[in-house]
């Protein structure tokens, strides 16, 4: 799987966007871009996916860039909720459902009141 | 619908000493993960089960950790004996294995503190 590259925390001010960015300039055609988080003790979180085009779900939006070597999640009206770590993951997807996920450490982000 | 189980949620033992997790996934899932997750680190995968057998555990350290899913649906991971290194929160994880699957599901952990 292609490393990814994150920054290791950030701020963001409630009910502003959040912009998350990711590196994964070594990701090969067939993998996919993969968003988690993980809350203060509880288990990882699945938020979004994608592959080329810009996916958007009820949690969080995605863009990847045409190259598709980096990514940026986005959190349009952050909340306290949603302070976290929050992981970038690439990784292949096959119609088997039980590929790995291998973890980096992360970008802590705070949601200041 | 109900999510991982795993149990205990706490954990402390003596080095030397044996202790054991229990996962039970989401019902239908038949694929299960056990993570382990050392603080300020994100989760390293240990062990993947499909049903009831190994599919990849090239990172569990076998001569002190074990694992198994005898009847493809619960699970337990043992630790015989423990390090002062195995403190950690162990993560159980579970997906269907039918079509594309984008989301593993995780438990909520459990914290095991070596002293």
């Known amino acids: 799987d292609a490393k990814t590259t994150q920054p290791t925390s950030m701020d963001c001010a409630e009910g502003r966007a959040a912009n998350l960015p990711c590196n994964h300039s070594?990701?090969?055609?067939?993998?996919?871009v993969y968003w988690y988080r993980q809350i203060h003790s509880q288990g990882p979180q699945y938020i979004i996916h994608?592959?080329?085009n810009n996916e958007t779900n009820e949690m969080a939006s995605l863009i990847i860039t045409e190259d598709r070597k980096s990514s940026t999640l986005i959190l349009p009206h952050a909340t306290l909720r949603d302070t976290a770590v929050y992981y970038c993951?690439?990784?292949?997807?096959?119609?088997?459902?039980?590929?790995?996920?291998?973890f980096g450490t992360g970008t802590r982000l705070t949601i200041i009141p | 619908e109900a999510g991982v189980a795993q149990s205990p949620r706490y954990k402390i033992i003596e080095k030397r000493q044996s202790v054991a997790f229990w996962c039970n996934p989401i019902?239908?899932?038949?694929?299960l993960y056990w993570y382990q997750q050392i603080l300020g680190q994100g989760p390293k995968l240990l062990i993947q089960?499909?049903?009831?057998?190994?599919?990849?555990d090239s990172q569990l350290p076998k001569d002190r950790f074990s694992a198994e899913r005898l009847k493809g649906v619960d699970s337990t991971l043992k630790i015989q004996p423990a390090k002062l290194e195995d403190s950690a929160v162990y993560l159980c994880?579970?997906?269907?294995?039918?079509?594309?699957?984008?989301?593993?599901?995780f438990g909520p952990g459990t914290r095991l503190t070596v002293t």
């Open positions: 993951i690439v990784r292949l997807t096959s119609n088997f459902g039980n590929e790995k996920l291998t």
């Open positions: 089960f499909q049903n009831n057998g190994v599919v990849d």
């Open positions: 994880a579970s997906t269907m294995s039918r079509g594309p699957t984008y989301e593993q599901y």
């Open positions: 019902s239908g899932h038949a694929t």
């Open positions: 994608g592959l080329k």
């Open positions: 070594t990701i090969s055609g067939n993998e996919y």
